[in-house]
C-alpha cells in the first residue's frame, strides 16, 4: 500500500466515521454515467469502460449495506442508448446480463427490473425475469435494475397499465376521470411499493436528470459528482451521504 491509499484509507475512515445513520438516504438512485470518458481517458475502448462500470456496481452495493441503504436503483441502459452503433450496444447488453445474473447469485440483494421489457432482446429479458425470481424472497437491499428505461416511457406505461386495468373493470371514463390521481398513477410505476429516492447521484460531471424517474423524483435531493463512475470511492459516496444529511429537507414548506 502506497501513501496515497493509506491517506485516502484513513480520510474514507474519517468521513464514515462521523456519519450519522439515522440521516441516511433509504432510496438511493445512481446515474451511471462517465464510462466511455473514463475508457477514453485511460486508452480503452467503450467496451472495457462498460465493463469497469459494471465491476463498480458490487462495490456501491457494499457501501449501501454498510450505510443502512434500503433500495438502490442503477441505471444500466437507457431507451435513448438504442441509438447507439450495434458494435457497442451488443457487448454492453452481454456485459448487462452477466452483472445481472452476478447480482442475483451473490445471496444478499432483491434484484428488481424497471423498464420496459419489450424493448429488449429475448435474451436480455430471461436473465432480468430469472434473476426477479430467484431473488424473490431475499430479505436484503432492493436492487432496481434499470435497463431499457425512459422516465417519459414509465410514466407513459403506467397511465397505460391504468387504462387498462380500469377497462378489465368496465370503468367508463367519465367514472375514471373521478378518481384519478398521483396516489393511483403511481400505482402503476415500475417502482411501485417501493419509497421514492431520498437521493439521486450522477457522476461524471453532468447536472441534469436525463428522464431519470420523473415522477418519483419530484421531492429528491441531487448529488452531482466529477468523477467518472469507473472511479467512483467509496470516500464519493460517503461525501454524498454527509452532504444529503447536511440538507434541510422542506418539501415546499
Not at 450505510?67 to 444500466?76: A, C, F, R, S
Not at 463512475?229 to 444529503?244: Q, S, T
Amino acid at each position: 500500500m502506497n501513501l496515497r491509499d493509506l491517506v485516502y484509507g484513513l480520510y474514507a475512515r474519517r468521513v464514515g466515521g462521523r456519519l450519522d445513520h439515522a440521516q441516511v438516504p433509504k432510496h438511493i438512485g445512481v446515474i451511471l454515467d462517465g464510462n466511455r470518458r473514463w475508457a477514453k481517458a485511460s486508452g480503452g475502448s467503450a467496451v472495457q469502460g462498460h465493463q469497469a462500470g459494471a465491476d463498480k456496481i458490487s462495490e456501491l452495493l457494499g457501501w449501501c449495506s454498510e450505510t443502512d441503504v434500503e433500495v438502490v436503483t442503477l441505471w444500466l441502459l437507457s431507451t435513448d442508448n438504442f441509438d447507439r452503433p450495434e458494435a457497442e450496444l451488443t457487448p454492453l447488453l452481454h456485459i448487462i446480463e452477466n452483472t445481472v445474473r452476478q447480482l442475483a447469485a451473490d445471496g444478499r440483494w432483491r434484484v428488481h427490473h424497471v423498464g420496459t421489457l419489450d424493448l429488449l432482446p429475448p435474451q436480455t429479458q430471461l436473465v432480468l425475469k430469472e434473476a426477479e425470481e430467484a431473488t424473490r424472497g431475499i430479505d436484503g437491499i432492493i436492487v432496481n435494475v434499470a435497463v431499457g428505461y425512459g422516465g417519459r416511457q414509465e410514466i407513459a406505461d403506467a397511465v397505460r397499465s391504468l387504462l387498462l386495468e380500469h377497462s378489465e373493470k368496465g370503468t367508463t371514463f367519465e367514472e375514471l376521470a373521478e378518481v384519478v390521481s398521483t396516489d393511483l398513477i403511481s400505482e402503476h410505476l415500475y417502482t411501485r411499493g417501493q419509497p421514492d429516492p431520498d437521493l439521486v447521484i450522477r457522476t461524471s460531471g453532468e447536472q441534469r436528470l436525463s428522464g431519470f424517474m420523473l415522477w418519483q423524483s419530484a421531492h429528491s435531493e441531487y448529488y452531482f459528482c466529477e468523477v467518472f463512475w469507473p472511479a467512483f470511492r467509496k470516500v464519493d459516496f460517503l461525501r454524498a451521504l454527509r452532504d444529503y444529511a447536511a440538507r434541510h429537507r422542506r418539501y415546499g414548506a
